[in-house]
């Protein structure tokens, strides 16, 4: 079991930052990479960013050369720091963790979510 809490979002004016914390707990020597997704009201949820054990990232077209994730171990911790943030960011953004074993299988965590809204 791995448990996910996300922290750090809020109201911001557009071309502000703002830096999302994930903190994780319980079996997080199982997790084999972490994902920040976004739901937007009315839209599907998608990807923004990812982050191996390694630390090879990976961004959405929407996310790249504003968003950067990062992870502390230390602190069981994965961020997303957000600048030049634009009123289209606004949403719910949500943690997420993932495990791959080639016989047992794949199991996703998910935090609870966080709302972001940006201003114009």
């Known amino acids: 079991q791995v448990q996910l809490v996300e922290s750090g979002g809020g109201l911001v004016q557009a071309g502000g930052s703002l830096r999302l914390s994930c903190v994780a707990s319980g079996s997080i020597l199982s997790i084999n990479g972490m994902a920040w997704y976004r739901r937007a009201l009315g839209q599907q949820r998608e990807l923004v960013a990812t982050i191996t054990s390694d630390g090879s990232t990976n961004y959405a077209d929407s996310s790249k050369g504003r968003f950067t994730i990062s992870r502390d171990n230390a602190k069981n911790t994965v961020y997303l720091q957000m600048n030049s943030l634009k009123p289209e960011d606004t949403a719910r953004y949500y943690c997420?963790?993932?495990?791959?074993?080639?016989?047992?299988?794949?199991?996703?965590?998910w935090g609870q979510g966080i709302q972001v809204t940006v201003s114009s």
């Open positions: 997420n963790a993932i495990s791959v074993r080639t016989y047992t299988g794949v199991f996703n965590y």
